[in-house]
């Protein structure tokens, strides 16, 4: 079993829709949660982060933590055709998140 | 432009030649790291530097892999003798030196062997 997992997809939405997208780990020992997104032939722009169970809201973005079921999730709200892009969760541990475990990421379409 | 900076942005080169890659962190940050991500996949961790110190390396990172970090600025990422399996974006990030600080990526080297 992989640290993180998450479904690669592609996940292709209408503009306007919700998006859901989600990863799941095995290491308890992971405090620090991030999500980045990463345009074709780019580096991944960090989106959110976040240190504790919950929500946080940026926006139009939802970053969700649920250490307890070791998952955690990113909402795109009104999503439009320049959110398509691939989505990375980013999982670091430790005193220090010097290295981030990242999924696979999940390639999101949003079609006008 | 004052984010990470990579160069060059893509290399092409034949099996068995040396490339070396440079990364330029934002002026700021003492942390610098490298990653490598292939298709399909997320970056996954080579090296990290704490100004001009290396402080680890992960198993990914061979002997034919070298890092450096001269007066803690600007890093470069060696390649010697390299193989079709090094095809890679190779990915420079930096960050700030308190516990937690996010990391910033540039834009990659797209190393290509042939």
């Known amino acids: 079993q992989k640290e993180v997992e998450q479904d690669p997809g592609p996940l292709s939405v209408p503009e306007g829709a919700i998006v859901s997208l989600n990863c799941t780990y095995s290491?308890?020992?992971?405090?620090?949660f991030m999500w980045y997104r990463q345009y074709s032939r780019k580096g991944p722009e960090l989106l959110m982060y976040t240190y504790s169970s919950g929500n946080k809201e940026d926006g139009r973005f939802t970053a969700q933590v649920d250490k307890s079921s070791k998952y955690i999730s990113l909402f795109i709200r009104d999503s439009q055709p320049s959110d398509s892009a691939t989505y990375l969760c980013a999982l670091g541990s430790g005193g220090s998140n010097y290295k981030l475990t990242f999924g696979k990421g999940t390639l999101l379409t949003v079609n006008p | 432009d004052t984010g990470v900076s990579q160069d060059p942005r893509h290399k092409i080169t034949k099996r068995g030649q040396n490339v070396t890659f440079r990364c330029d962190p934002i002026s700021e940050h003492n942390r610098l790291y490298w990653y490598r991500q292939t298709l399909g996949q997320g970056p996954e961790f080579l090296t990290y530097f704490q100004n001009e110190a290396q402080l680890e390396k992960s198993r990914l990172l061979s002997d034919r892999f070298s890092a450096e970090r001269p007066k803690g600025s600007f890093s470069t990422l060696e390649i010697q003798r390299t193989e079709q399996g090094d095809s890679a974006m190779y990915l420079c990030?930096?960050?700030?030196?308190?516990?937690?600080?996010?990391?910033?990526f540039g834009n990659g080297t797209r190393l290509t062997v042939t």
């Open positions: 290491n308890s020992a992971f405090q620090y």
């Open positions: 990030a930096s960050s700030l030196g308190q516990p937690r600080a996010p990391l910033h």
